[in-house]
């Protein structure tokens, strides 16, 4: 039996995929920054070479073709292929200041391609700063709908499109305490049993069943986004299983 594959969309350091090698996963780790791909490939030297994880120093977009890539000199996590976007919500106007932001000329690839060549997903991470939306919409067309899916949620347009493609349950996990909330946090194994993972700050922290209490229905989610404001956090979501 094949092992169950994960997408980590908007890999970044890399955080995230020694989360989803430690739960006993495939990984496919897609980031559009060269240097943090670069890093990664030497961090996980020996999960490359025997084929659990495969890093592709791609972006996603609507389509196939080169775009670019802002590379955030003083935070990678702000990396993104907008920068007005990103920094909408900044006191200071957004702009593409070189002392700011280094462009880089990126491929770019639709998800759903990627997809079709590695195969089938459990999970898909989507942080992809400013193109989650886009992202999602490129799924919903090509009816790819993993039993897990997660993206990070600033706009409602997230939330809206996760129920359009027929999640009805999730769960929300806030970014800005990921470290704290889920130092040495219990999380399960394919393999059967569990273990003890700290999530770094920045990392997009525990999916699925490792996010601890209840899966909530779409207007129980709604009420907890809404209370939260927005903001730095990925929504969850799962189709409801026939008990």
Known sequence: MATPI???IGMNNGDNCEYYLKKGYRVIGVEANPFLCEQANKRFEQEV?????????????????????YIHKSNSVLSTFSPEQVLRVDAEPPSRNPDTWLPAEVEIRRLSDIVRFF????????DVEGFDV???KDLNEHKIYPDYISAEAF???????LVTMGYTEFKLVNG????????????????GGVTRHNFPAH?????????PGPWLDKVGILGVWQQ?????????ARIARSV
Do not use: M
Not at 119 to 126: D, T
Not at 229 to 236: E, K, L, Q, R, T
């Open 6 to 8: 994960v997408y980590d």
């Open 134 to 136: 886009i992202t999602l």
């Open 119 to 126: 195969g089938a997903p459990e999970y898909i991470k989507i």
């Open 176 to 191: 800005a305490d990921v470290h704290l909330v889920y130092a040495d946090h219990e999380i399960g194994l394919l393999a």
């Open 203 to 211: 990392s997009a922290g525990p999916f699925g069943e490792d996010i």
């Open 49 to 69: 070479r025997t084929g659990r994880l495969t890093i592709l120093n791609l972006g996603v977009g609507p389509q196939s073709g080169r775009l670019t890539f």
């Open 155 to 161: 706009e409602v347009d997230t939330f809206c499109l």
């Open 228 to 236: 939260h404001g927005g903001g730095w956090c990925d929504i969850h």
